[in-house]
Structure formats: structure tokens, C-alpha cells
């Protein structure tokens, strides 16, 4: 039985940055409300709402204070709720982000923890004794930097925070927590959200034994101490399965709603997405770095895709390109082309052929590029920190540009981050009525994708062909699709016996005499015909 989220297109909206209606210069839920129609015409099937919940906004919004709130920076309550309805009117289902692994130090729960020695709520954190020479407990390193442990004088002990000091990490061991967690969920579920994208969620449990984690082997020292390290004992602990098990057993207590997590890791990245979606007890989804990153190879697509499906073959992934926590993938892979907009319409192209459910991140379908960022305009923690040789993830939070005015209609104040002339030029109302635009690309592949239904399923099957030819057939039989991706700013010639004809979305491509020339990015999707078929290079 089909279910709506196995090949859903996710449109990730960043809510400080899609659209002010109060004129404060940051985004708010009626902001988001008022483009919902916007959304609903790219051919999505749900939105992820980055977190919303009152926070001291530390971590822009990923430290909450409170998880059954709205932020009044983005509206209240009965604001999501009216955006709710409204996009489930217009046939979009809600998924929000759920921060369990830590909470802010401004959270109820962390003030009463640490107190006094005997709260009740102490062993809500997670806590240790400093070394004899008062050192932290471990080696255990942070990913905004510095340690994972900060002295707490109140309680002469250390607490774990992964990320900032002012986001203590949650003791997901202790089974009150996790029925504390469960409970703002259902609150979600019963306000009627279709699902949870689930914030670094193989951070939730930590090895209780403290033991100090390995080295991680490097040829040159990373720019990241946390890079160090093999964290195989700060986070992806085998005890997380049985919290994610009861995750899923709270969503299937209600109808159609989905759980997609992410994976925070590097090589183990695929291993773990598999872990966490195999059965059908666990996730629904994941996704990890994995395609979050620099490379741009038919190979590692390739190793991606069908590692995960080798290693959970009944289980279901997602794949994305750009979020709020990477360059925007067209400025990362422009050095394989001579066009942004060839780079932007080529990865949707790849996307949509990809088997899995999908995320798209605002601005991407505008092909987007990274917003250059200056030191005194930076608001990201980890860029503060490690800027210049790292700049942080301003740059690809900086607002969504709808038109060429002065704030690219986002706000009639001056924005929280700038909207920089590069970003104006690719606005929506310029791209709107043109039909070689990115914005109207990505229209037409997400309905090929509803379309054709070697699209919809997980029937894949990459062929053997050299770089920089990334070729994979999707479906079988009479609807049988071949896709071919040039991940190059070279032409290619593909000799195939037997050629099909080109489906829309084939760019940069033509036959002649059972030869298809690619161009610079170019993209073919080809009939039947040529399914099977040898190919040859030259």
C-alpha cells in the first residue's frame, strides 16, 4: 500500500528567513502563510518548518525553551494553527523539526536540574565529576568547538553539551525523559502536524560509561577540533533504537503521519540511515551528510544510493542537496560548470531520478547561490568562532528573494541577515514567466515525477559507465526510464543501440543515429528502447 511520504518532495522552509509580514525584518508564520500558494504551485507534497518553539534563539531557534510554544518572534499559537489549515487546504502536508537531544539552559527543565543536589529533575542531564586535577571528565569534543563539558558552579560537576554551552544535552537513558519528550509530540500530533523531522538524531543517547572516544586519523589537523575524533561513544549508541521504537510507536498511534530523521555523521553516514529505518518500527526516513557535501562524482552518488539500499534494501531514505547547514549546492559544485543555472536545473534533474523521498530547501529552485558574508554581519555561532577560514551557515540563510526590490521582498525593514545583489538577480517574480528559469525547471521535473511511474518507486538499477557519467534506469519494463547525467562542463558523446526517444527534462541533449550528445550538464531521459542497451564512450 502506497503511503504519502514514500517519495514525498519536502520544501524545507526556514521561517526566519521566508517572509516578514510585521516588519521586523524577520520571517513569521503569517509570512509563511501568505506564500503557501507559492509553495503548493512548485509540486511539493509537504513543508518542514525549521523550529518554531520559544527559544532564547542562541542556535536560531535549535536551543527551546519551551516545546509546546510559539516563539512570539514568529506569531503564537493560533498563527500555526491557521498555517496548518491553510496547508492542508491546499493539499501540503506539516512536517516540524523536533531539538530532543538537548534543550536551551533557559529551559524549565535544566534550571530546576541544576539547582540544588537533590532536584528532582538532576538526572534530566547528563552529568559527571571532573578529574582529580579538575579537568572534564573525558575527551569528549563539541561540534560548535572547545569541549563537550562546561563546569556548572552550582552543582560542582560538569554538564554535556554536543553543541553550545547553552544547550545541555537531555539524559535520554532516563525513561522520564523520554515520556517528557513523547508528550510535546503528541501535543504536535494532536494540534494535527503530519510528521517530525527529527534534529541530530543519533546524538540522543550517550555511553554511560564515559569512556573517551578514539582518534580519528587525519593527514593534515582539521580547522574543527571535534574532527579529532571518532565519536563512537558521544553519540550513535546502540540504546537509541529502542527510543527511536517508541517515537514510532506514539506516530502510529495516529493516521498518516511520518518521522524522517538526520543523521549527523560522516562515514558511517549510510550504515546509520540504514540502522534507523530498517522494519517498519523505526523511522520512516533519514538522511544524512552524505549528499550535503563538496563532491560532485558519479561515483559518489552512486555509493550513496545503492549503499544504503544494499544494506537495507525494504527500507526508504531521503536525499537532499542544500539546507540550512551547508553552502547551497549550486555556488559548492559551480567549479564543474560554466553556468549556476545549468549546475541548479541538473541536480533537480538528478534528484527527481533518484529512488527515496526528496528535500528541497527555500531559494534552491531558484538556483540560489551562497550568500558571501562579511565578519561583522555574522550571526551563526560556529562562524564567529571559526571565521575566516569557516564562515558558518549565514550564507545560506540569508533571506528569500521574491523580487528585485531592495530587500528582494522579504520585509520592508532591514533584514536580520542582507539580501546581497547576487542573490536579487535570481528573485521569483523575474523568473516566473520566463520558461527556461530555474524556478519553472523545477515545475516541470517534480510533475515528471508524478507523471512517470518508473519515478515513483524504489525500482533502480545503476549501469557501469565511466565518470563523468553518472546512469541509472529506473522502473522495469514498458515503463522502464533511463536517466543520464554529464557531471561535467565537457561535452559527451554516448553511443546506444537501439536509442529512445528524450523525455521533457532532458537538457543539453540530442540523438543522432543512436548517438546521444550530452553537452556541459547535460541531462537525458530516454524510452524504453534503450534500456539494456551497451553504452560506449568517445
Known amino acids: 500500500m502506497h503511503v504519502w511520504w514514500q517519495g514525498a518532495v519536502v520544501y524545507q522552509i526556514y521561517p526566519r528567513s521566508f517572509q516578514d509580514s510585521n516588519g521586523d525584518g524577520v520571517g513569521d508564520l503569517a509570512g509563511i502563510i501568505s506564500r503557501l500558494p507559492y509553495v503548493a504551485s512548485l509540486g511539493?507534497?509537504?513543508?518542514?518548518?525549521?523550529?518554531?518553539?520559544?527559544?532564547?534563539?542562541?542556535?536560531?531557534?535549535?536551543?527551546?525553551?519551551?516545546?509546546?510554544?510559539i516563539d512570539s518572534l514568529f506569531g503564537d499559537l493560533a498563527d500555526f494553527d491557521r498555517l496548518v489549515t491553510c496547508?492542508?487546504?491546499?493539499?501540503?502536508?506539516?512536517?516540524?523539526?523536533?531539538?530532543?537531544?538537548?534543550?536551551?539552559?533557559?529551559?524549565?527543565?535544566?534550571k530546576e536540574a541544576r539547582s540544588h543536589k537533590n532536584s528532582l529533575?538532576?538526572?534530566?542531564?547528563?552529568?559527571?565529576?571532573?578529574?582529580?586535577?579538575?579537568?572534564?571528565?573525558?575527551?569528549?569534543?563539541?561540534?560548535?568547538?572547545?569541549?563537550?563539558?562546561?563546569?556548572?558552579?552550582?552543582q560542582r560537576q560538569y554538564y554535556l553539551h554536543n553543541f553550545l554551552i547553552s544547550q545541555p544535552d537531555l539524559n535520554v537513558?532516563?525513561?522520564?525523559?523520554?515520556?517528557?519528550?513523547?508528550?510535546?509530540?503528541?501535543f504536535w500530533l494532536e494540534r494535527g502536524v503530519d510528521g517530525f523531522r527529527l534534529d541530530t538524531v543519533n546524538f540522543y543517547m550517550?555511553?554511560?560509561?564515559?569512556?573517551?572516544?578514539?582518534?580519528?586519523?587525519?593527514?593534515?589537523?582539521?580547522?574543527?577540533?571535534?574532527?579529532?575524533?571518532?565519536?563512537?561513544?558521544s553519540k550513535t549508541r546502540p540504546e537509541n533504537i529502542a527510543f527511536l521504537e517508541r517515537i514510532r510507536a506514539l506516530t502510529n498511534e495516529f493516521d498518516d503521519r511520518t518521522l524522517i530523521g538526520e543523521v549527523g555523521e560522516g562515514r558511517r553516514c549510510i550504515d546509520?540511515?540504514?540502522?534507523?529505518?530498517?522494519?517498519?518500527?523505526?523511522?520512516?526516513?533519514?538522511?544524512?551528510?552524505?549528499?550535503?557535501?563538496?563532491?560532485?562524482?558519479?561515483?559518489?552518488?552512486?555509493?550513496?544510493?545503492?549503499?544504503?539500499?544494499?544494506?537495507?534494501?525494504d527500507a526508504w531514505p531521503s536525499w537532499s542537496f542544500s539546507n540550512h547547514d551547508v553552502d547551497r549546492h549550486v555556488s559548492r559544485w559551480l567549479a564543474c560548470s560554466e553556468s549556476a543555472d545549468a549546475v541548479a536545473k541538473q541536480a533537480i534533474a538528478m534528484l527527481v531520478s533518484f529512488p527515496g523521498s526528496l528535500g528541497i530547501y527555500q531559494g534552491e529552485e531558484l538556483g540560489m547561490l551562497?550568500?558571501?558574508?562579511?565578519?561583522?554581519?555574522?550571526?551563526?555561532?560556529?562562524?564567529?568562532?571559526?571565521?575566516?577560514?569557516?564562515?558558518?551557515?549565514?550564507?545560506?540563510?540569508?533571506?528569500?528573494?521574491?523580487?528585485?526590490?531592495?530587500?528582494?521582498g522579504f520585509s520592508s525593514a532591514k533584514p536580520w541577515l542582507p539580501v546581497k545583489k547576487p542573490q536579487l538577480a535570481s528573485n521569483a517574480e523575474n523568473q516566473e514567466h520566463r520558461q527556461d528559469s530555474v524556478l519553472n525547471h523545477y515545475r516541470k521535473a517534480l510533475m515528471l515525477r508524478k507523471q512517470l511511474l518508473a519515478l515513483q518507486g524504489r525500482e533502480f538499477d545503476f549501469l557501469d559507465t565511466p565518470e563523468p557519467m553518472l546512469t541509472l534506469v529506473r522502473g522495469s519494463g514498458n515503463d522502464a526510464l533511463l536517466c543520464?547525467?554529464?557531471?561535467?562542463?565537457q561535452s559527451v558523446n554516448v553511443a546506444v543501440a537501439g536509442m529512445g526517444r528524450l523525455f521533457p527534462l532532458s537538457q543539453a541533449a540530442k540523438i543522432t543515429d543512436d548517438v546521444l550528445n550530452l553537452g556541459p550538464n547535460g541531462v537525458a531521459y530516454v524510452g524504453t528502447a534503450a534500456v539494456g542497451s551497451p553504452f560506449a564512450l568517445f
Open 44 to 69: 511539493v507534497d509537504a513543508i518542514w518548518l525549521s523550529p518554531i518553539f520559544t527559544s532564547p534563539m542562541a542556535d536560531m531557534g535549535y536551543d527551546v525553551s519551551d516545546y509546546c510554544d
Open 87 to 110: 496547508a492542508h487546504d491546499l493539499g501540503l502536508k506539516v512536517i516540524i523539526d523536533q531539538v530532543i537531544s538537548h534543550t536551551s539552559d533557559q529551559h524549565p527543565w535544566f
Open 121 to 154: 529533575k538532576k538526572d534530566w542531564y547528563v552529568w559527571a565529576d571532573p578529574k582529580a586535577d579538575g579537568t572534564p571528565p573525558n575527551n569528549w569534543a563539541a561540534v560548535f568547538g572547545g569541549s563537550a563539558w562546561e563546569w556548572d558552579t552550582r
Open 173 to 186: 537513558h532516563n525513561p522520564d525523559v523520554q515520556n517528557a519528550l513523547l508528550d510535546t509530540m503528541r
Open 206 to 233: 550517550h555511553d554511560l560509561a564515559l569512556r573517551d572516544n578514539p582518534p580519528e586519523i587525519h593527514t593534515h589537523p582539521p580547522l574543527n577540533t571535534y574532527d579529532f575524533q571518532d565519536h563512537v561513544y
Open 272 to 313: 546509520i540511515m540504514a540502522a534507523y529505518t530498517s522494519g517498519n518500527n523505526r523511522l520512516h526516513m533519514a538522511y544524512s551528510f552524505g549528499m550535503l557535501s563538496d563532491e560532485f562524482s558519479a561515483t559518489h552518488f552512486r555509493n550513496q544510493i545503492q549503499g544504503f539500499f544494499d544494506k537495507a534494501p
Open 370 to 408: 551562497q550568500t558571501n558574508m562579511e565578519y561583522h554581519e555574522l550571526t551563526d555561532p560556529p562562524g564567529i568562532r571559526f571565521w575566516p577560514e569557516q564562515k558558518g551557515r549565514d550564507g545560506c540563510r540569508t533571506p528569500m528573494v521574491w523580487d528585485a526590490s531592495e530587500h528582494g
Open 484 to 489: 543520464v547525467f554529464n557531471l561535467s562542463h
